[in-house]
């Protein structure tokens, strides 16, 4: 028998109405703070991605799913959301609209990751980018759109933690000291670090092997290299989530794996079974667009995962309450009650009542049909029925049962 490949999952009709509620908290705090919603297609030329994420990461050294389609185009399932966004920003001209640009996206991203509990190669992410304002205020309200949407989520006791890696320009004395730092040390390393040492140095702050990890704590942190523009707008965003009181812990490790991020960095945990990795992560992108041909424009954005985001709420015992169908099953016996009950299913759909026909079997078979999938009410065209003009409801969750001639069904149902 065939299974959904390695890493992929279906989203079964018991689970929707958990996905729908995630989905309408990203629209309503989205409205909120004035984002937009983009869609952008789910494969993209695969320059949009390797240029931008960077060559050492490890989305593009072993995630893409790269294909060639029959016209021989290089593609690549989208492994992220941002690059494909900047790419539709600068390609519709929305960088001469007012600026920031404030957009959210959700859907299906690809990553040939190793599968486990919250990690998946076919997984959902919304996110929110704004785009084409340097200013801490805008860091602070994208760090504020994620906090909300997490805390409406309902997710307990999440942690936000903050970094800045400043700007291109100061990085390089920043990884000097990290590289003086970590050449003595190299042989104590990990082999992905000592291939991070000299292909992408910040990662090795990254690194989640216990011996690297033990090294990590005394290395010079990018805090203590920020150039001046950088520092100060550090401070200011700081301030900013002092003057909101959106709590926060400063991690000087994090740096985030993928190459375009500049200044502010940040992620949110869950406290609770801490060896989860973020729930939603994101940062400043100030070169990004350039990298993709566009002119030097700021911006910043988040992604969290749904699926993550439905395990920790899993996990905190929170469920969302069965929603009630409203959806009523129409039994019928015989050829003339099988006629009058498609005539009948089709009226009652028109003016909006949801209904479907039981399958072709006994009466008795039917309402037992009807029982099985938690309809409301089943409604009866028998033969006592049939001989009388009438209809019989049966109100499942009280087992009452009436009885109304035919011509009474819709209003008996709008009651
Ligand atoms: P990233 O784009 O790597 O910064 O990830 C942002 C968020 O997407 C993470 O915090 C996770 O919630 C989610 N995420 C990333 N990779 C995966 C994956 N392979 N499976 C499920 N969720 C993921």
Known sequence: MYQAPRGTTDILPDDQAEWAEVRSVLDRTAANHGYQRIDTPI??????????????TDIVEKEMYNFRDRGNQQLTLRPEGTAAVCRA??????????????????????????????RYRLFHQLGAEAIGDPSPTVDLEIIQFARTMIDRLGLRE?????????????????????ATYYKPKLAELCGDCNRRYTRNPLRLLDCKQVTCQTHQANAPTTINYLGTD???????????????????????????GLDYYTRTVFELH????????ALCAGGRYDGLIAQLGGPPTAGIGFAAGIERIILNRRNQGSSVPKSDSGLSVLAYNGAE????????????????IPIILAPERSLRAQMRYGSGIGAQRVLILGSNELAQGTISIRDMATSQQIEVPLEHIRSAMQE
Request: glycine share 8%; charged share 20%; net charge negative.
């Open 270 to 277: 869950p406290s609770i079974g801490s060896s989860q990795s």
């Open 158 to 178: 999440t942690v936000l933690t903050i970094n800045s890696i400043g700007d291109p320009a100061d990085r390089a004395s920043y990884l000097d000291a990290l």
């Open 337 to 352: 009650g099988k006629t009058r009950a498609i005539i009948l299913a089709s009226e009652l759909r028109a003016v909006g």
């Open 43 to 56: 494969f993209e030329n695969t320059d949009v991605f390797a240029r931008t994420v960077g060559d050492d």
């Open 230 to 256: 950088a520092g100060s707008h550090w401070e200011e965003l700081l301030a900013h989530l002092d003057s909101v009181g959106i709590s926060y812990t400063i991690d000087p490790r994090l740096v985030r």
């Open 89 to 118: 920003y600068l390609e519709h001209g929305l960088q001469n609209t007012p600026q920031p640009v404030r957009l959210y996206y959700v859907g299906p991203m690809f990553r040939y990751d190793r599968p486990q509990a919250g």
